[in-house]
């Protein structure tokens, strides 16, 4: 079947099933390997969908979840399945139930649109069947998430196949996986994880025009939105609700503006970095402004008073040191966000060090006979000194200079220390993108998916490169002193 008539099926289904979508959204063929896109259709004269429009309604009962699936939730055995991993392993499970049912699963339509063509395997799932891209991905932010068991490797996805006795094949499992891991949602504390039709064909990105919004804090025993038999006995049963009026939403983040011609319209998976992106949806977004590379303690410093370092950080934050002004500029330091328990080094998106690694660094480079550790009074000097050398201002204290050396210094070893870990340390950016180049020209036309996903490994890794790379520049003009 051609990709215009899924599309046209899907749409069908979609109405049986009381999906509404906003009409000046169309969901279109790219007639290539990126599958489908939901557009903002042009128009004659310019039509601005407001900002909290819904643009999308789907109701939870057309969602694909344990709790919808035709295959009983208490026929899936996930006792030896990590916690954190038990809602994608079940929901692919009913996943594949329904594939098996072909024509005769409710969600035929939909199952059918999504799986034409097939989604690519993630990443990190070839590694082990793929040397080259394990090279590429060692020392990178992937090889960490895998170490610490954030994602499952494809040794671990193995096991878990096995332990479950499944009629379906190997293969099977892992495109079933890949669907869940690249396509589902969270939608709330019944459901748990679920493939939300029309929300998962938007594409992604890290400035989103839309977003997904479901009432979550419902009963986790029945759904309901409202008071039930599970928190009052005593109410005894009631009509149950319009099984159609308890949708997920998507919402337009800012107004939407038509334009000459049809334009994409981004959906978002949350605040994640490229790293998250690859290993669970398989899929890389440039310059994405959640990115992060993060070092261990190790890495950084071996500390006499570590505890010393987590109170002057606090009281550091309590007195808005890392809060950005206009007075200085933060080329060099990120802002305190969410990771400032104390607890994150690391580069951001724009290769500046975390509060905490440039504070840890200073501690590092400290030099001072007569006191342990700096004093709140000196770090504040010194970050000020740091910030007006970038604009020319006035430069107080030699002695802090020197200091701003032994920091630079420090930073230059550590990222430097960073890049040696990764494939071919001493080629430039220039070059490994070359290669990627060579391989991409070797598909030629064919569909290369193992070239392919090489190839994405490559751009991934130089994706943290520049990041070091940038941090390396920044700092080198503290170098002269």
């Known amino acids: 079947m051609k990709s215009e008539e899924l599309v046209t099926e899907f749409l069908d289904w979609t109405r049986t099933q009381q999906i509404k979508t906003h009409p000046q959204l169309s969901l279109t063929s790219n007639n290539n390997e990126q599958g489908y896109t ?9 039509t601005i969908i407001p900002e909290d429009t819904t643009v999308a309604s789907i109701p939870k009962q057309a969602c694909l979840s344990h709790r919808t699936s035709t295959r009983l939730p208490q026929d899936i055995d996930l006792d030896r399945v990590p916690i954190s991993h038990q809602p994608i392993i079940r929901l692919t499970v009913h996943l594949l139930h329904e594939l098996s049912l072909s024509s005769r699963s409710k969600w035929y339509p939909y199952l059918n649109l999504i799986t034409h063509p097939p989604d690519p395997i993630l990443i990190h799932l070839r590694i082990e069947e793929q040397a080259e891209i394990e090279a590429w991905i060692r020392g990178t932010e992937i090889e960490r998430l895998i170490a610490q068991n954030r994602i499952l490797s494809l040794s671990q996805l193995r096991a878990i196949y096995e332990g479950l006795a499944l009629s379906q ?38 400035q989103p025009d839309v977003q997904l919004v479901s009432q979550d804090l419902v009963c986790d025993q029945c759904g309901s939105i409202g008071e039930c038999v599970h928190d009052n006995p005593c109410i005894g049963l009631v009509n149950q609700k319009d099984e159609y009026l308890d949708t ?12 000459s011609k049809p334009t994409i319209v981004y959906n978002t998976y949350g605040n994640l970095s490229n790293s998250r992106l690859m290993t669970e949806y398989g899929f890389m977004i440039q310059g994405n402004q959640y990115d992060r590379l993060y070092f261990n303690n190790t890495e950084i410093v071996d500390l006499k008073d570590d505890q010393a370092l987590k109170t002057t950080f606090q009281a550091l934050i309590k007195a808005g040191l890392f809060t950005s002004n206009d007075e200085t500029d933060q080329t060099l330091v990120g802002d305190v966000d969410e990771d400032s328990d104390g607890s994150s080094l690391y580069l951001d998106s724009h290769a500046r060090l975390s509060p905490l690694l440039w504070l840890a660094t200073v501690f590092k480079t400290y030099d001072d006979d007569q006191h342990q550790t700096p004093s709140i009074e000196y770090i504040s000097t010194l970050f000020e000194l740091q910030s007006s050398s970038l604009v020319n201002l006035d430069r107080p204290c030699t002695s802090s200079e020197h200091h701003l050396f032994r920091i630079s210094n420090s930073v230059h070893t550590l990222c430097r220390h960073k890049l040696s870990l990764y494939c071919y340390p001493n080629k430039s950016i220039d070059e490994l993108l070359t290669i990627k180049d060579e391989i991409m020209d070797s598909i030629n036309g064919g569909t290369g998916i193992d070239e392919i996903s090489l190839g994405l490994a490559i751009e991934y890794n130089c994706s943290e490169r520049v990041l070091l790379e940038t941090c390396i520049e920044i700092w080198d003009q503290f170098r002269s002193f």
């Open 248 to 259: 997920v939403e998507l919402v337009s983040i800012h107004p939407l503006i038509g334009s």
């Open 169 to 206: 094949s190997w293969e099977e499992f892992v495109k079933g996986y890949t669907i869940v891991s690249s396509r589902a949602f969270q939608i709330d504390n019944y459901h748990s994880l679920g493939l939300v039709p029309i929300a998962d064909l938007y594409d992604h990105s890290d």
């Open 38 to 46: 939901i557009k903002l259709l042009e128009q004659n004269e310019l």
